[in-house]
């Protein structure tokens, strides 16, 4: 093999390039709700007498209602968790959970498919930017060398908010990472490249050398059943089973920066249901998951930060269907040590929808989604110019996060 041809092979197989030396100290995990969660009913405003006028029969039952386990748990003068969300109370009340209300964007059109996309690539209506908002922040801070497990999409296929990141994975599980050699044979293949980086020099024989000891790091936790901190119980679906893996890339460091899952089956038109029913079992799998991912990285808290989002919310009434149909604003979750939490943050918009005359009615938006997301692009994960990220845009302040960083 000639020289310049072995090392554009040495390249192309190795995790970190020469522009990738800085270490990633900060996770973002990134959790989409598809198909316009009704956060109105997981964050239930039960001080707006108005909430149970427009909704007599979903509605989440009064935290004094007497309704027992149905009835909503109060968590400050104005607002409570849904039920289903009883897990997420330590983490609330010890400061690590904060809800921003009315977040969305300038969409008018209610589609799924146009809201998702916006919100994927990070930009305004009829606006392009190129590529996902995820992809342009590991642009920003990573170039063109980022490593397979700097970003990683738990499932089958990347999402468009991680659309041009280079290098970025979409895996099931880290058992799905391994050198591409016969199964008999993975030592020998690990021994000729090491061959072959330790006779070139340099940079790339560095990077070689990163990309075969996190090989073999991978290599060990291969076929190793994952154990979870005492406390943790993951729920027994793909959500649970998505968030565990992550905890397992975050506890192997493995330079893992961002990380995506989808919840999906918030599209509650019909029979949606209160404090029981089709969405509440979905909240209480968002929740379950979230609690079992804050205790398992009880020690990693400080390098991690969870976003929750959905393309929209909800209408503020039940339709004649005894569900809900598309609406505007949502209530957002960022989870970490580091986060204003234990708090609602945002005005309260009312839910008056008479003032509506074009496009879908709901809660007023408040705070662009970038906002929120500049927030924490800045202010924990190390960004130093948004408009990378999100170009002709200026943030709104939102005080999601105590500090300028977290180490």
Known sequence: MRSETRRQFIRRLALRGDSASEKCDQTLVCIFLRGGADTLNMFVPYADDRYYNVRPTIGIPHPKSGKGDESAIKL???????????????????????????????????????????????????KTSGGGWLARYLRARLGDDLSPLSAVSIGTAIPESLRGAPGASALLSIDDICINAPREKPEAVARALSQLYSADVGLMSDAGMDTLNLLKLVEKLRGVEYKPRAGANYPENSFGKSLKEIARLVKAEVGLEVACVDLDGWDTHFIQGGATGIQAELIETLGLGLAAFDADLSKNRTKITTLVITEFGRRTYENGSLGTDHGRGFAAMVMGDGIRGGKFIGKWPGLDEEKWVLGPSGLDVIYDYRSVLSEILIKRMGIRQIADVFPHFQPQDVGIVHSSRIS
Do not use: W
């Not at 109370?89 to 996309?117: C, K, M, W, Y």
């Open 76 to 126: 400050d003068d104005f607002y409570a968790f849904h039920p289903k969300l009883k897990s997420l109370l330590p983490a609330f009340n010890d400061g690590r959970l904060s809800i921003i209300q009315a977040v969305g964007t300038d969409n008018p059109t209610g589609s799924h498919f146009e809201s998702q996309d916006q919100m994927e690539h990070g930009d305004a209506y009829l």
